[in-house]
């Protein structure tokens, strides 16, 4: 079982090899110019975990293909408006990868992108009020 407190983490199916499920540094990402440092919080690493956990029962290697879009798309943001405000906490933005929901809010002054949740949108969205 993974520990989801910023350490190197990887997971290993018996007789696959290693995927590293959790980057050992923080994320960076670029938007009109500036670098932007990309926090994950302890709740969206926890989604992370569980979602791999779900998936990997099915494909181990689906599960991490999965679990590195996720990781990777904030680094796809590009300016602070570019994706949809969510409609069920206006708070965050969202990027949509299969069907599951990124959570994100940008700081302007600390030059940061937090990821606050992984949700999948099969899921009741009343979960996300609040």
Do not use: C
């Not at 190197?8 to 199916?13: A, G, M, N, P």
């Not at 959790?22 to 440092?37: D, F, L, R, V």
């Amino acid at each position: 079982m993974p520990n989801w407190k910023g350490q190197k983490q990887t997971i290993r199916q018996e007789g696959q090899p290693r995927m590293k499920i959790w980057p050992e540094k923080w994320s960076i990402g670029k938007m009109a110019g500036n670098t932007y440092k990309i926090i994950w919080t302890d709740e969206a690493k926890s989604d992370l975990k569980d979602i791999y956990d779900f998936l990997k029962s099915k494909s181990p290697q689906g599960a991490g293909n999965v679990i590195s879009e996720i990781r990777n798309a904030p680094k796809s943001v590009r300016f602070s408006h570019q994706n949809q405000d969510e409609e069920y906490n206006n708070t965050y933005k969202r990027i949509v990868i299969r069907h599951y929901k990124i959570l994100y809010r940008i700081d302007e002054d600390k030059k940061t992108l937090v990821v606050a949740t992984v949700f999948d949108a099969r899921q009741n969205p009343d979960k996300l009020k609040g």
